[in-house]
């Protein structure tokens, strides 16, 4: 099957500062997602991105199909962006997403 | 005005036990997803149903029998409960079965066998 790799595992910040998240994956995908698991333990899509750029806010993602990346930025960090972020991806056609297993990001005050 | 429920949030039960989690959606979406969550963080599907019919079923043991009586439900009945088995288990669901959608999770049932 399709492998994921996310980086960093471990990412500490302090609040104000902006960050760089990676997923690579093995294989071309027909859909990517990038989800914030809050310390609740609440999956929240943050987006839907196969391809392309995109921005939420404080929030972008871009994914180079081609080279089988996809990177999500976190400008002017807040202590509520801590949590881990999976990027998980399908190249089935039939919605079976595979996970990365996540960058854990902690904001401090 | 919740978009994917699940009942109950926390289970707690003793090993050989049988329990089922329930899933609803109100979104309108076709498919609907189960997937583990284990101590370590890891996500896996399970399960899949596009419009009540089995899309995936990943190598799951068993004792494991996803059930959707309509499009907007399905559950999860576990049988023989196992120490192995404890973990969060989420619910998704997708508006189509073709992947190239968004996906929206549930709260998590966290379930502990003793």
């Known amino acids: 099957g399709i492998q994921v790799e996310q980086s960093p595992p471990d990412l500490i910040l302090q609040e104000g500062a902006n960050s760089t998240l990676r997923c690579n994956f093995s294989?071309?995908?027909?859909?990517l997602q990038w989800f914030h698991q809050n310390p609740w333990g609440q999956l929240i899509n943050l987006f839907y991105?196969?391809?392309g750029t995109k921005q939420n806010g404080r929030l972008s993602a871009t994914t180079v199909a081609t080279e089988r990346y996809s990177l999500l930025y976190i400008s002017s960090s807040q202590t509520t962006d801590s949590g881990v972020y999976f990027c998980?991806?399908?190249?089935?056609?039939?919605?079976?997403?595979?996970f990365g297993d996540g960058t854990t990001l902690t904001v401090k005050p | 005005d919740t978009a994917v429920s699940q009942t109950p949030k926390y289970l707690v039960t003793q090993m050989g036990n049988d329990k089922s989690i329930k899933c609803e959606q109100n979104?309108?979406?076709?498919?609907m997803y189960w997937y583990k969550q284990d101590s370590k963080k890891f996500l896996k599907i399970m399960f899949s149903?596009?419009?009540?019919?089995?899309?995936i079923n990943e190598t799951v043991p068993n004792r494991f029998s996803p059930k959707s009586p309509d499009k907007a439900h399905l559950n999860l009945h576990i049988n023989s409960l196992e120490l192995g088995d404890s973990a969060v288990y989420f619910c998704?669901?997708?508006?189509?079965?073709?992947?190239?959608?968004?996906?929206?999770f549930g709260p998590g049932t966290r379930l502990t066998v003793l």
């Open positions: 294989d071309s995908v027909n859909n």
């Open positions: 991105i196969p391809s």
């Open positions: 149903y596009n419009n009540k019919e089995l899309i």
């Open positions: 998980a991806v399908d190249n089935t056609n039939a919605g079976k997403s595979t």
């Open positions: 998704a669901s997708s508006p189509r079965a073709t992947g190239t959608d968004t996906q929206y």
């Open positions: 979104l309108g979406h076709d498919t």
